[in-house]
C-alpha cells in the first residue's frame, strides 16, 4: 500500500501531531507527514516538526485581507506539498475558505474529545464531566462548514465513570485520541471514506 | 442483603419489565417486582404481570382533572405497594406531579436508547442512526422535572457502526437495554446514587 501524504494543522502543542508521527516511526500508521502548517509562530508543535524534519509553514493571520484569503494561502501550500489527507491538531481557527473546503471535502479531518454530537465546542471535556454523564469518548469527522458536524469517521467511547475532575477526564480521553487518530489516519492509506448523506462508510482500496 | 422493592410503569410492550423479570427469577437481580402500573388498559406488559402474578393497576387518564391528580393517584399506589424503586419501562406519559416527584426523588428511574445528552427524544436510535453516529448506547437516569435530563446513574456505549437501518441500531441497543436496566435495578438492592450537582455516585450499603 502507498503511504497516505498527510498536511497538519496545529495551533498549539500538537500532541495529536506527535503521537501520530510516534505511530509512523514505529510501522503502525502508513502515512507520512508532509508539512506541519500553523498560524501561531510560538506554537510547541514546530519544535515536534523540527526534530522529525517535517516542513513548516507559518501563516500569519494579521497578513491576509480576511479568513477566505487566509484558506486560500492554506489551499495553495496544501497543493504544493501534495496533501492527501489534512489532519487537524488541535488547529483553533475555524477553516472557512470555500474553495479549500471544496477542493479538499472528505479529506479534512479533525478529531473532538467527546461523541459528537454531545458536547461540541472549545470545552467539551470538561462540559461532559459536569454534565455527569459516565460514558464520553472521542470522535474523528470530516470537517466541512458546519462547526463539529461534519460527516463522522470513527467513534470510540470512554468510560470516565471514575474521573474524579475535568481534567482527569481530559487526560484519560487524550489517550485514547492518540490511539484512533493515528488509526484513522492509517485507515486512508488502505481505502476511502464513502459519504452517503450525513453517513460515512469506509471502502477499502481494492 | 434485602432485595429492593420495585415497582414497574410501562404503557406497552414493556421489554424492560420482562426483561429484569427473567433476570429476577434466573437469580441475577437482587429485586422483587411488586406492581404493574400502567396508564394503558390494553398494554401487552399487563399479560407480562399476569404470567408472573404481579398485581396490576389501570389507571386512566381521563379520569383525573388534570395530571397532578393522576400523578398524585400513583403516589398513593407506590405508597401503598411499598414502592422503593420505581422503574419506567416504557411510560409514555411524562411525570409531572409535584408530589410524586419530591416523595420519590432520586428514586424513579428510566432507560433511554442513546447516550444522553445526545439523542433525547422519542426517536432516539433513528436519530443516532440518521445522524451517522458509530457509537450510540443506553443511559439510565433518574427522573426529575426535565425531560431526559435527570442525573445520570449508568451508560453504556454500542457499537452501531455496521447496522444498516434504524430497525437494526433499536434492535441492537435493546439487547444492551435488557442486561443494563436488570444490573442497575440490582444495585439498589446494594446501596444507594448520591447525587451532587448533576452527578450520581455509587455509594454501597456498609
Known amino acids: 500500500m502507498a503511504k497516505v501524504k498527510v498536511a497538519v494543522l496545529a495551533s498549539g502543542r500538537g500532541s495529536n501531531f506527535k503521537a501520530i508521527q510516534e505511530h ?10 508532509k508539512v506541519l502548517i500553523t498560524n501561531n509562530p510560538d506554537a510547541p508543535a514546530i519544535s515536534i516538526a523540527k526534530d522529525n524534519k517535517i516542513p513548516v509553514e507559518i501563516i500569519d493571520k494579521s497578513g491576509f485581507p480576511d479568513r477566505e484569503k487566509m484558506d486560500e494561502r492554506i489551499k495553495e501550500l496544501l497543493d504544493r506539498y501534495g496533501a492527501e489527507l489534512v489532519v487537524l491538531a488541535g488547529y483553533m481557527l475555524i477553516l472557512k475558505g470555500r474553495k479549500l473546503l471544496e477542493s479538499y471535502k472528505n479529506r479534512i479531518i479533525n478529531i473532538h474529545p467527546a461523541l ?4 461540541p465546542g472549545a470545552t467539551a471535556q470538561k ?3 459536569e454534565y455527569g454523564v459516565k460514558v464520553s469518548g472521542v470522535t ?5 462548514e458546519s462547526l463539529d458536524a461534519g460527516p463522522i469517521i470513527y467513534q470510540e467511547a470512554v468510560d470516565i465513570s471514575d474521573c ?11 489517550k485514547t485520541e492518540h490511539k484512533a487518530y493515528a488509526k ?23
Chains 1, 2 share one sequence.
Not at 459528537?116 to 458536547?119: E, G, Q, R
Not at 474523528?140 to 466541512?144: A, K, L
Not at 474524579?164 to 487524550?174: D, G, P, R, Y
Open 116 to 119: 459528537l454530537p454531545a458536547f
Open 127 to 129: 462540559d461532559a464531566f
Open 164 to 174: 474524579k475532575s475535568a481534567e482527569e477526564t481530559a487526560a484519560k480521553i487524550l
Open 140 to 144: 474523528i469527522h470530516f470537517v466541512d
Open 24 to 33: 509512523i516511526k514505529a510501522g503502525r500508521c502508513d502515512a507520512e507527514i
Open 184 to 206: 484513522v489516519v492509517d485507515s486512508f492509506s488502505k481505502g476511502h471514506y464513502a459519504v452517503e448523506g450525513r453517513r460515512a462508510r469506509f471502502v477499502p482500496s481494492s
